[in-house]
């Protein structure tokens, strides 16, 4: 590994020859924007949001899959760069519902963040429209297939965990879509809805259901905890209004760890005044149960009462 | 007064409105043209509720508390009035939320949000396009305006400049300066007390940075122009202030100027003094803290041993801190000796 | 203030005198419309038909400089009809009898006379102020910069006390002050005769806590003037001159004799954000942070102490003035440090009895109005409850006298300075708002349309105003808001500079120049 010096917009870099121009920007302070990027995930270079231009080079190329090399000289905001941007966005917003108003990730959605950036909006068109879909068979996770922009990242953080593995890409062009399990509904798929999906959709096509109606994102006074249910601490987000506590949502996996919803129940019932009552899969539906059941603690709860109890007894005998 | 809201029971002093009790038993009743500091004028007619024997729906905000009404303030009848409403608004508001600049801060965004309303149901024409550019502190978009009549009452009744008005009427009512002149040739004096009401982003600051009311954080601070002190909260993004917003429990009571709403711009100025200067040779040039207080000390040590302490003369300053005042006179009369201090208190 | 901003909302009258608040104060002019609107009586007092004397019940145009004979006329017609408050000034005052002989020569006819007011207007205003059981005058510098400035306020002083208007709420005598901490500043001893909390520098007992307090040997003279001080430098009596926060070579009357003495210092250091007027003729020049940029506190015009926060970072190496100053006295070998403003506080409220309930822990909860005695006290919302402070109101009758400079065949008009709404002081900060720039982009003098036509001057027109002291170019404004024989400018410009005509002769007692009378003539540049 050796260390090479590039030009980006004017500034001089220092960097190792194994990042990626995108990442050798942030170095320096600039911030390319991208929609299927993820430092955690495989470099998927699907968006076309991060192309800059590269001198010497005619093409534009995408920054999350070039390698810096020694004397690169990088533009990432030409004339020709946003042109394109705006373009892509443009696309991507002709096929997305405009409800901003009301959509849940309003206020943290990165295809707001760049239309805003761009300056790019909703326009009337006679083309098709994504249909919407909506799968509400699950307690924990919103699916709206017609605001998905296809970035991937969801399939590829789900794919990350061996034994999961449940989300893909399925049908061309157009028609493309996430999928689970064997197109199925949540419910039905072997989803375990730890929420991985949901912590990296950019949009508002994987969301939180019981964070929805609960608040938004600008009122949310947030706070990050690590999970106590192992001893890796995932990462979850606390969110307060008035400082009281209202919702809990999955933000990070750590090293190692996948996330999961026995943990992330259990940051909810730690952190929470009067959190949702839980729900747990059983052959392939969704059904309310109870914390200690939802937990499987059930057995350690009664042996626990056992014990006290019989402590109880001991000392009434005295 | 014994009132009964929502099942539970309540005691109010006589004269409140139900809309002030509601919201001293934490109760939050939506309303887009309610303002403490004005006369109700119940236009908006969200805040509506329902009392028992009453008949129709009545607007929180200009009903006063009797002797055992009972209010229910979130019943089926109210909602679907308030979703009603809400419909109408939205029907008639473009949707531009994704890039307007008031989204996260926008009190119909809100409530539509609140009230499950997610787009406008009703067909009909919009209102017809109007743009005011010509203040060089805020624009007006006629468009996204929900005549909510805030903008109009304050500038009347706290302000008393009476700029704007309502023109036209029915459908066609909108809010605009005399003689449709624009607001450049009325007599707003840019005191933006207005842009601070308005619940939609129909009159929006002209901020010289992009930002997101997401992206911000706020610092309750004092005004640094005149000698009212004024209260008021930075908005702030990154290493910037954006936006000013007065404050409402103060005694400027959400009133500012032109300066203090406006007029912050010259914090980030490229002019700004950001290194001590020595003069060299008749100019002056940029040098570090070490030298320049170096030069300050040893001719200070010069005079007082050659001079005496009345050599010494300090104008300290009516635009800094109590604590920078109180440092700046005792340098002078603990350190140097003297009690030549004085400041332009008199100018 | 005697007392607060909030109390304007319930006064029976409002006093204007002096103050173009509508400009200089807006939120306050908003509150006193607001006052209007819900009943009060209004009186403006002005040179020029500023906005507030639309909302006025009487306006009173004066010449320049007849503040005082103006306050007698009204003081005349009061005790002429009986308006006056006999209990109060039983109980309440003294010498009284020196200011009914004095007032007796102040007829409307001769003040009339003098001020240029119908006299009519002065009976009508005498009623509406008399006639208010509560009655607040609000007065700025329309009042102070004169020669006989201090002798003004004084007869507004006697106005208030005549009819019980001192320690009543929503009355009281109102100096708007016009700097952020113009307040606080004094409060903190920037006045060449006050230690903190305005504790007299010749004082032994004083002088004795504050050497235990900062442990060194405090000089028990009392120290000069801004003016006096420029006095000193040409005698070559001052050789280093220390300049923070402030812009004299803009704000001082007579800029080509502030010049002089700026130029003729041995040493001049002057902190400020800016490269200012005065900044650039310094030796060092040390660059301090904003307001934005720091922690601390202001005291407001009606004695709230209120806290300023660090909001966003200095930028460069620029510090807080604060700590520029700790550094020079550890440097000079005073070794105090303070890890936050907050210590300084606690340093002020142990030396300064009227901020004895002050803290930062307070300060974070509510804003306190001193006096504020002790961490019990709630604060002061109006001065004088039960008793005027030195006991007994006093009476301080003064005669009108002429201002120093008046009108000769050379210099024939008279021009007054003030601020405008959209400018702020010496420009320093809002010269550099371009939407501010757009709205008042230069330089200009009113003047009344009957003088403009006899000197041949159009709305526009570049013209050339000459005093005793210098010429300054500018753009005429014809307006019929000012009398004939008058001219106004604003101050703020350093293009069009109104203070290089402006006169330097001060009042003998607080040493304020008489920015609002000098004597010019006018020509088509």
Same mark, same amino acid.
């Given at each position: 590994?050796?260390?090479?010096?590039?030009?980006?917009?004017?500034?001089?870099?220092?960097?190792?020859?194994?990042?990626?121009?995108?990442?050798?920007?942030?170095?320096? #302070?600039?911030?390319?924007?991208?929609?299927?990027?993820?430092?955690?995930?495989?470099?998927?270079?699907?968006?076309?949001?991060?192309?800059?231009?590269?001198?010497?080079?005619?093409?534009? /190329?995408?920054?999350?899959?070039?390698?810096?090399?020694?004397?690169?000289?990088?533009?990432?905001?030409?004339?020709?760069?946003?042109?394109?941007?705006?373009?892509?966005? /443009?696309?991507?917003?002709?096929?997305?519902?405009?409800?901003?108003?009301?959509?849940?990730?309003?206020?943290?959605?990165?295809?707001?963040?760049?239309?805003?950036?761009?300056?790019?909006?909703?326009?009337?068109?006679?083309?098709?429209?994504?249909?919407?879909?909506?799968?509400?068979?699950?307690?924990?996770? %919103?699916?709206?297939?017609?605001?998905?922009?296809?970035?991937?990242?969801?399939?590829?953080?789900?794919?990350?965990?061996?034994?999961?593995?449940?989300?893909?890409?399925?049908?061309?062009?157009?028609?493309?879509?996430?999928?689970?399990?064997?197109?199925?509904?949540?419910?039905?798929?072997?989803?375990?809805?730890?929420?991985?999906?949901?912590?990296?959709?950019?949009?508002?096509?994987?969301?939180?259901?019981?964070?929805?109606?609960?608040?938004?994102?600008?009122?949310?006074?947030?706070?990050?905890?690590?999970?106590? =249910?192992?001893?890796?601490?995932?990462?979850?987000?606390?969110? *307060? $209004?008035?400082?009281?506590?209202?919702?809990?949502? =999955?933000?990070?996996?750590?090293?190692?760890?996948?996330?999961?919803?026995?943990?992330?129940?259990?940051?909810?019932?730690?952190?929470?005044?009067?959190?949702?009552?839980?729900?747990?899969?059983?052959?392939?539906?969704?059904?309310?149960?109870?914390?200690?059941?939802?937990?499987?603690?059930?057995?350690? %709860?009664?042996?626990?009462?056992?014990?006290?109890?019989?402590?109880?007894?001991?000392?009434?005998?005295? | 007064?014994?009132?009964?809201?929502?099942?539970?029971?309540?005691?109010?002093?006589?004269?409140?409105?139900?809309?002030?009790?509601?919201?001293?038993?934490?109760?939050?009743?939506?309303?887009?043209?309610?303002?403490?500091?004005?006369?109700?004028?119940?236009?908006?007619?969200?805040?509506?509720?329902?009392?028992?024997?009453?008949?129709?729906?009545?607007?929180?905000?200009?009903? /006063?508390?009797?002797?055992?009404?009972?209010?229910?303030?979130?019943?089926?009848?109210?909602?679907?009035?308030?979703?009603?409403?809400?419909?109408?608004?939205?029907?008639?508001?473009?949707?531009? @939320?994704?890039?307007?600049?008031?989204?996260?801060?926008?009190?119909?965004?809100?409530?539509?949000?609140?009230?499950? &309303?997610?787009?406008?149901?009703?067909?009909?024409?919009?209102?017809?396009?109007?743009?005011?550019?010509?203040?060089?502190?805020?624009?007006?978009?006629?468009?996204?305006?929900?005549?909510?009549?805030?903008?109009?009452?304050?500038?009347?009744?706290?302000?008393?400049?009476?700029?704007?008005?309502?023109?036209?009427?029915?459908?066609?009512? /909108?809010?605009?300066?005399?003689?449709?002149?624009?607001?450049?040739?009325?007599?707003?004096?840019?005191?933006?007390?207005?842009?601070?009401?308005?619940?939609?982003?129909? !009159?929006?600051?002209?901020?010289?940075?992009?930002?997101?009311?997401?992206?911000?954080?706020?610092?309750?601070?004092?005004?640094?122009?005149?000698?009212?002190?004024?209260?008021?909260?930075?908005?702030?993004?990154?290493?910037?202030?954006?936006?000013?917003?007065?404050?409402?429990?103060?005694?400027?009571?959400?009133?500012?100027?032109?300066?203090?709403?406006?007029?912050?711009?010259? !914090?980030?100025?490229?002019?700004?003094?950001?290194?001590?200067?020595?003069?060299?040779?008749?100019?002056?040039?940029?040098?570090?803290?070490?030298?320049?207080?170096?030069?300050?000390?040893?001719?200070?040590?010069?005079?007082?041993?050659?001079?005496?302490?009345?050599?010494?003369?300090?104008?300290?300053?009516? $635009? @800094?801190?109590?604590?920078?005042?109180?440092?700046?006179?005792?340098?002078?009369?603990?350190?140097?000796?003297?009690?030549?201090?004085?400041?332009?208190?008199?100018? | 203030?005697?007392?607060?901003?909030?109390?304007?909302?319930?006064?029976?009258?409002?006093?204007?005198? #002096?103050?173009?608040?509508?400009?200089?104060?807006?939120?306050?002019?908003?509150?006193?419309?607001?006052?209007?609107?819900?009943?009060?009586?209004?009186?403006?007092?002005?040179?020029?038909?500023?906005?507030?004397?639309?909302?006025?019940?009487?306006?009173?145009?004066?010449?320049?400089?007849?503040?005082?004979?103006?306050?007698?006329?009204?003081?005349?017609?009061?005790?002429?009809?009986?308006?006056?408050?006999?209990?109060? &000034?039983?109980?309440?005052?003294?010498?009284?009898?020196?200011?009914?002989?004095?007032?007796?020569?102040?007829?409307?006819?001769?003040?009339?006379?003098?001020?240029?007011?119908?006299?009519?207007?002065?009976?009508? =205003?005498?009623?509406?102020?008399?006639?208010?059981?509560?009655?607040?005058?609000?007065?700025?510098?329309?009042?102070?910069?004169?020669?006989?400035?201090?002798?003004?306020?004084? *007869?507004?002083?006697?106005?208030?006390?005549?009819?019980?208007?001192?320690?009543?709420?929503?009355?009281?005598?109102?100096?708007?002050?016009?700097?952020?901490?113009?307040?606080?500043?004094?409060?903190?001893?920037?006045?060449?005769?006050?230690?903190?909390?305005?504790?007299?520098?010749?004082?032994?007992?004083?002088?004795?806590?504050?050497?235990? *307090?900062?442990?060194?040997?405090?000089?028990?003279?009392?120290?000069?003037?801004?003016?006096?001080?420029?006095?000193?430098?040409?005698?070559?009596?001052?050789?280093?001159?220390?300049?923070?926060?402030?812009?004299?070579?803009?704000?001082?009357?007579?800029?080509?004799?502030?010049?002089?003495?700026?130029?003729?210092?041995?040493?001049?250091?002057?902190?400020?954000?800016?490269?200012?007027?005065?900044?650039?003729?310094?030796?060092?020049?040390?660059?301090?942070?904003?307001?934005?940029?720091?922690?601390?506190?202001?005291?407001?015009?009606?004695?709230?102490?209120?806290?300023?926060?660090?909001?966003?970072?200095?930028?460069?190496?620029?510090?807080?003035?604060?700590?520029?100053?700790?550094?020079?006295?550890?440097?000079?070998?005073?070794?105090?440090?303070?890890?936050?403003?907050?210590?300084?506080?606690?340093?002020?409220?142990?030396?300064?009895?009227?901020?004895?309930?002050?803290?930062?822990?307070?300060?974070?909860?509510?804003?306190?109005?001193?006096?504020?005695?002790?961490?019990?006290?709630?604060?002061?919302?109006?001065?004088?409850?039960?008793?005027?402070?030195?006991?007994?109101?006093?009476?301080?009758?003064?005669?009108?006298?002429?201002?120093?400079?008046?009108?000769?065949?050379?210099?024939?008009?008279?021009?007054?300075?003030?601020?405008?709404?959209?400018?702020?002081?010496?420009?320093?900060?809002?010269?550099?708002?371009?939407?501010?720039?757009?709205?008042?982009?230069?330089?200009?003098?009113?003047?009344?349309?009957?003088?403009?036509?006899?000197?041949?001057?159009?709305?526009?027109?570049?013209?050339?105003?000459?005093?005793?002291?210098?010429?300054?170019?500018?753009? =005429?404004?014809?307006?019929?808001? &000012?009398?004939?024989?008058?001219?106004?400018?604003?101050?703020?410009?350093?293009?069009?500079?109104?203070?290089?005509?402006?006169?330097?002769?001060?009042?003998?007692?607080?040493?304020?120049?008489?920015?609002?009378?000098?004597?010019?003539?006018?020509?088509?540049?």
């Amino acid at each position: 590994m050796s260390t090479v010096k590039l030009t980006i917009d004017g500034k001089t870099a220092e960097v190792s020859n194994q990042l990626t121009v995108l990442q050798a920007a942030k170095t320096v #302070g600039i911030d390319i924007p991208a929609l299927c990027y993820d430092e955690t995930l495989e470099i998927f270079g699907a968006c076309r949001m991060c192309i800059v231009e590269i001198e010497g080079s005619s093409k534009l /190329q995408t920054a999350c899959s070039t390698l810096v090399k020694e004397g690169m000289v990088v533009h990432t905001e030409t004339e020709r760069v946003v042109w394109n941007r705006k373009q892509t966005l /443009q696309m991507l917003l002709d096929s997305h519902p405009n409800d901003c108003l009301t959509c849940h990730k309003a206020g943290e959605c990165l295809l707001q963040d760049y239309a805003y950036r761009y300056d790019v909006n909703f326009r009337k068109h006679d083309g098709e429209i994504r249909p919407q879909l909506l799968d509400t068979t699950s307690p924990y996770i %919103l699916r709206d297939n017609s605001k998905c922009i296809l970035c991937g990242k969801c399939v590829m953080t789900c794919a990350q965990v061996s034994d999961r593995q449940v989300l893909s890409f399925a049908e061309r062009g157009y028609e493309t879509r996430v999928i689970f399990g064997a197109d199925e509904s949540i419910e039905e798929s072997p989803c375990v809805s730890c929420n991985r999906c949901v912590a990296v959709c950019p949009v508002g096509a994987l969301v939180d259901k019981r964070d929805m109606d609960k608040i938004r994102s600008w009122e949310a006074e947030t706070k990050i905890v690590g999970c106590k =249910a192992c001893e890796y601490g995932c990462e979850f987000e606390v969110r *307060s $209004r008035n400082r009281k506590p209202v919702s809990v949502v =999955a933000k990070a996996p750590t090293n190692g760890r996948p996330l999961c919803l026995k943990g992330r129940l259990t940051t909810e019932l730690k952190y929470l005044d009067n959190p949702d009552a839980p729900y747990r899969k059983l052959d392939k539906s969704f059904e309310k149960t109870t914390w200690d059941k939802a937990l499987q603690i059930t057995e350690l %709860l009664e042996k626990i009462e056992r014990l006290e109890g019989s402590n109880k007894d001991g000392e009434g005998e005295e | 007064m014994q009132v009964t809201i929502n099942g539970k029971q309540y005691d109010f002093d006589k004269g409140t409105t139900v809309l002030k009790a509601c919201s001293e038993i934490g109760l939050d009743i939506p309303t887009l043209c309610n303002d403490e500091r004005l006369v109700p004028s119940g236009s908006c007619r969200l805040c509506q509720v329902e009392i028992e024997g009453w008949g129709k729906l009545h607007t929180a905000c200009t009903t /006063q508390v009797r002797e055992g009404m009972v209010i229910h303030t979130h019943s089926d009848r109210v909602i679907k009035a308030r979703q009603d409403l809400l419909d109408m608004l939205i029907s008639n508001h473009p949707l531009e @939320c994704l890039t307007c600049e008031k989204s996260g801060a926008c009190k119909l965004q809100d409530y539509c949000y609140e009230y499950g &309303i997610t787009e406008g149901t009703y067909r009909w024409e919009m209102s017809k396009p109007y743009f005011d550019d010509t203040n060089p502190f805020y624009t007006f978009d006629a468009r996204k305006c929900i005549l909510c009549g805030l903008c109009v009452r304050v500038c009347d009744e706290l302000q008393g400049t009476n700029a704007i008005g309502f023109e036209n009427r029915g459908f066609d009512t /909108q809010v605009a300066t005399p003689f449709g002149e624009g607001l450049e040739n009325s007599t707003c004096v840019s005191c933006g007390n207005c842009v601070s009401v308005c619940p939609v982003g129909a !009159l929006e600051p002209k901020s010289k940075k992009k930002f997101r009311h997401w992206e911000t954080r706020t610092v309750r601070t004092t005004c640094s122009y005149c000698g009212v002190g004024c209260q008021m909260d930075l908005k702030i993004k990154g290493n910037e202030i954006v936006e000013v917003q007065p404050a409402f429990d103060a005694h400027n009571e959400g009133l500012l100027c032109v300066k203090g709403k406006f007029s912050y711009n010259f !914090l980030s100025h490229p002019d700004r003094l950001k290194k001590p200067m020595v003069r060299k040779d008749g100019v002056l040039v940029e040098t570090g803290w070490d030298e320049a207080l170096d030069v300050i000390t040893s001719k200070m040590k010069e005079v007082k041993k050659e001079f005496g302490s009345d050599a010494f003369a300090g104008l300290t300053s009516a $635009r @800094c801190t109590n604590e920078d005042n109180y440092m700046f006179q005792k340098l002078f009369r603990s350190t140097l000796g003297t009690n030549n201090v004085d400041h332009c208190a008199r100018l | 203030m005697t007392n607060s901003i909030q109390e304007i909302k319930n006064a029976d009258t409002i006093f204007i005198i #002096g103050s173009n608040t509508s400009e200089n104060h807006p939120v306050i002019a908003a509150i006193m419309k607001q006052a209007k609107r819900a009943g009060a009586k209004m009186i403006v007092a002005d040179p020029r038909r500023i906005e507030m004397a639309e909302y006025a019940d009487v306006f009173l145009q004066l010449k320049p400089g007849t503040n005082i004979a103006l306050l007698n006329g009204l003081m005349h017609v009061i005790i002429e009809k009986g308006l006056q408050d006999e209990n109060y &000034i039983k109980e309440r005052t003294e010498n009284y009898e020196e200011l009914k002989e004095l007032v007796k020569g102040y007829t409307p006819e001769r003040v009339s006379e003098i001020c240029g007011v119908d006299p009519e207007y002065i009976i009508k =205003a005498a009623e509406i102020y008399g006639e208010a059981p509560k009655a607040g005058i609000y007065y700025t510098m329309g009042i102070t910069q004169h020669t006989t400035g201090t002798h003004a306020v004084m *007869s507004i002083s006697n106005l208030a006390l005549l009819c019980g208007n001192v320690g009543v709420e929503s009355a009281g005598v109102n100096p708007l002050r016009g700097q952020n901490n113009v307040q606080g500043a004094c409060d903190m001893g920037g006045l060449p005769a006050d230690l903190p909390g305005y504790q007299k520098v010749f004082k032994p007992e004083v002088l004795d806590k504050f050497q235990d *307090s900062w442990g060194s040997k405090l000089s028990n003279k009392v120290g000069l003037t801004i003016t006096e001080m420029f006095k000193a430098i040409e005698e070559d009596q001052v050789k280093f001159l220390y300049i923070m926060g402030e812009n004299p070579m803009v704000s001082d009357p007579d800029t080509n004799h502030v010049e002089h003495v700026l130029d003729h210092v041995d040493f001049l250091v002057v902190q400020d954000i800016f490269l200012t007027e005065t900044a650039s003729m310094a030796d060092v020049v040390l660059p301090a942070a904003a307001f934005a940029e720091k922690d601390g506190t202001f005291t407001n015009t009606e004695r709230r102490i209120q806290r300023v926060r660090r909001a966003v970072e200095a930028p460069g190496e620029a510090k807080a003035d604060w700590m520029i100053l700790m550094d020079i006295m550890n440097r000079m070998g005073d070794e105090t440090r303070y890890s936050h403003p907050a210590r300084i506080m606690a340093e002020i409220v142990s030396l300064t009895p009227s901020y004895g309930g002050v803290s930062y822990k307070r300060l974070e909860k509510e804003s306190l109005q001193w006096p504020v005695p002790n961490e019990n006290h709630p604060g002061t919302k109006y001065l004088h409850k039960a008793a005027i402070a030195r006991g007994r109101g006093l009476f301080m009758p003064a005669e009108h006298v002429a201002s120093a400079e008046i009108t000769n065949d050379e210099y024939p008009l008279i021009l007054t300075t003030g601020r405008i709404l959209y400018h702020y002081h010496t420009m320093t900060m809002t010269g550099r708002e371009e939407g501010l720039n757009k709205l008042a982009p230069h330089s200009y003098v009113e003047i009344n349309e009957t003088t403009a036509n006899k000197l041949g001057i159009e709305d526009g027109d570049m013209v050339k105003l000459y005093s005793r002291r210098g010429e300054v170019q500018t753009t =005429a404004l014809v307006t019929d808001i &000012i009398d004939d024989g008058v001219v106004f400018m604003p101050f703020h410009y350093s293009e069009g500079k109104a203070n290089i005509l402006t006169n330097s002769a001060i009042d003998e007692i607080a040493k304020i120049p008489e920015l609002k009378v000098a004597a010019v003539r006018i020509e088509k540049a």
